[in-house]
């Protein structure tokens, strides 16, 4: 779609960034963890589905976290995190594509990585079990969804509006996450989720993103449709066991 009319100049910074970045040397190939299954799996065992975020900082909080991201996960994954997204964006978030290394070398849970891809070479730098396009930022959706599959990749389309998720269907999106931030202005509206989830069969995994932070934030995307939930700074910010542990109750329990 690439629509970057009106955005806020923390994400101009970044998709110019993104733009001058390259790829790696060899095509990837990977053997992915399914989501899908990991979420159905976390059901079965009584709990909420989390994608729980290694992000040591952003253009939207204060602060960096330099804790060791590998005991990080380990604790995430030990409180009930389904799956792992980890930030390979260097500049803006803190992230690396070693890092998503070495939290994927020591799970056993399916591993996102969140970085701003705009090229198919781009998807050659690290292996992860799935990848995030965002629909807004992207020329060719369905070229790069394509290609992500063909080196073995799930991919996890990011949507704000119903337009975007027709997009994203018309691609073949398997996986779509609804971003509650409006990434022209970086503002948070739980209401995004509800207005667009009903645009999404019931076939494709639907994915609740950002804003999320208290037990009642789940249980009302839940309520709207999501199979999981993307949650970062909320878990991130102070014990991220006790965070993740409070956030993957049950909502029966909340």
């Known amino acids: 779609m690439n629509d970057t009319d009106g955005l806020a100049p923390a994400v101009e910074s970044i998709l110019a960034t993104a733009r001058e970045r390259g790829g790696g040397d060899e095509r990837v190939s990977v053997d992915s963890r399914s989501l899908p299954a990991a979420i159905a799996a976390a059901e079965a065992d009584g709990r909420v589905p989390v994608i729980s975020e290694i992000k040591p900082t952003s253009p939207t909080t204060d602060g960096q976290r330099t804790d060791d991201p590998v005991e990080l996960a380990e604790e995430m994954v030990g409180a009930g995190a389904t799956a792992l997204s980890v930030l390979t964006e260097p500049e803006h978030f803190g992230g690396s594509v070693e890092t998503l290394e070495a939290v994927r070398a020591a799970v056993d849970v399916p591993v996102l990585r969140k970085d701003f891809i705009l090229r198919e070479e781009q998807l050659d730098t690290v ?29 996890l389309v990011e949507t704000h509006t119903a337009p975007e998720v027709e997009a994203a269907l018309d691609a073949g999106a398997e996986i779509i996450g609804v971003n509650n931030r409006d990434l022209a202005q970086l503002q948070v509206d739980l209401s995004t989720f509800e207005s667009v989830a009903s645009e999404v069969p019931e076939s494709v995994t639907l994915i609740a993103e950002s804003g999320l932070s208290t037990s009642e934030d789940v249980s009302r995307m839940r309520a709207a449709g999501a199979d999981a939930l993307l949650i970062g700074s909320a878990i991130m910010d102070g014990d991220v066991s006790e965070n993740t542990r409070r956030l993957t109750t049950t909502e029966t329990d909340v």
């Open 127 to 155: 292996e992860a079990d799935l990848i995030l396009l965002i629909a807004r930022f992207v020329d060719d959706l369905d070229g790069l969804v394509t290609a992500a599959r063909e080196r073995g990749f799930q991919v």
